[in-house]
């Protein structure tokens, strides 16, 4: 017993440490300034958008392929006397240790997400929540494993979310107020590993991806009542007057070619070319949210991810393998049909996607005043972008431009990110104003630490504890057997 003092102090140490790590990291915030940005008039902004990039959930098909059985090894007595003899053993311990520890990294990843997402979404309270591709880890999957994969996605990873309700893809009639609870409802945009690209994307892929997910190619419109938003139909869309706001759920997974499946490619254009004429429509009191996958073009050099294009064989198709960015005519396409408004002008809005795991910040205009090193700079068509950090230098207008943000990814690797999107109308410049703020956790290594070290003050305080009381209760008993013999 004489170490219990020594070991009470450590315990006492470890229980302080446990107590400051884990007010930080479940109140990380609040430490980190993680807040969506006030209007001008320091009010609170109408449109509150948490958006997250790129989970990437991985599942049994990540595990080594030791678990599955092989008919051509040695079976029964033969495979037994293997084993014992030795020339196994340590393989499949080895074997069998790795696939442990890849569940347990599952498990522990899957709450990891979750931690981020719960945390931000109390801390923040945003109107509406986004998760921009790549939810799932790939687009190889089995239809089994893609539907365990969603399970955890829904019930572990986002648990208290709800996808989209159907009667919202099609908001024809009435406004479906009491089915639009927008905070706990979360937007799912489709990503490579969720459907594959266009040379693999086909109608099966596409199919389950809604079944669990939503639509792939959606849009939703709302009128602002009181500094609130308020969903509306499409005809009351259409004649509302004041300011409006529309979320464009955009499929860029097949927006280029060629394609495997040119039926869903059709679909893409078609919803894309709908919307560019309705832009024709809208007036300086609208905005325009595009929510997809894919960043637009840029050169080499302004994001972490240049150009990239590789494509399958004529044999196989020939369709896309692989990319980083849309094409520049896609991108194009874009700007110009949905944010070009007259003249030098931009209509409102934001473009917010994911893939490119490092994140970027990019303005696009078409009236670059102070001209910048040709580094700095890539062209779509008439438009000039540039990084977000060169808009002053560059003497960019918020009123002739428009911003992209592709958000950094939430895995751990890349410090559990989110995304604070904060759009509200400014009555003074009869325009919606939108601005970006990242919040970042830190990496899995944090999180695993913090809980282990809760469970070794735990489990020693449990022992430490009962020793304590035990050897003061003998201490006490002693002094008073001893007060009794002086007597």
Known sequence: MALLPLILRIWKLLLVLSLLSTTYVYLYPLFRGCNFQLSKEGEVASFRLLAFGDPQLEGDSSLSSSTTSKSTEPQGWARFKSIISGKELGTQILSHLHVYRKRLDLWGNDRYLAHIYRTTRWFTSPTHTVVLGDLLGSQWMSDAEFEIRAQRFWNTTFSGARPVPDPLFDYEDIAHENSAQWPSTLITVAGNHDIGYAGELDSNTAARFE?????????????????????????????????????????????????????????????????????????????????????????????????????????????????????????????????????????????????????????HTRNLRNALPEGNVSRIGEWTSLPHELVHEGGVSRDESVREVTLRSMMGAYGGNAGLVSGWFDRKDRRWRFEYRSCMFGVQHIWWAVHILDLVAGLVGMVVIPLSIWGSASKAHGRSDRAKKNQ
């Open 211 to 363: 079944k669990r997910f939503g639509r792939l190619n959606w849009d939703i419109t709302f009128g602002l009542e009181n500094g609130r938003l308020r969903t509306l139909t499409r005809n009351q869309a259409a004649y509302a007057e004041g300011p409006r706001l529309k979320l464009v759920v955009l499929n860029t997974m097949n927006l280029d070619g060629p394609a495997l499946d040119k039926e869903l490619q059709g679909d893409t254009r078609r919803f894309l070319n709908n919307h560019v004429g309705n832009a024709m429509g809208q007036t300086y009191l609208d905005a325009t949210v595009v929510l997809t996958h894919i960043p637009l073009y840029k050169k080499e050099a302004i994001c972490v991810d240049g150009p990239l294009f590789t494509h399958y064989s004529t044999q196989d198709g020939g369709g896309i393998r692989e990319q980083n960015h849309l094409t520049e005519k896609s991108s194009r396409e874009i700007l110009d049909g949905l944010f070009y408004y007259q003249n030098t002008w931009a209509r409102s809005g934001i473009v917010l996607n994911g893939h490119d795991h490092e994140g970027c910040d990019v303005v």
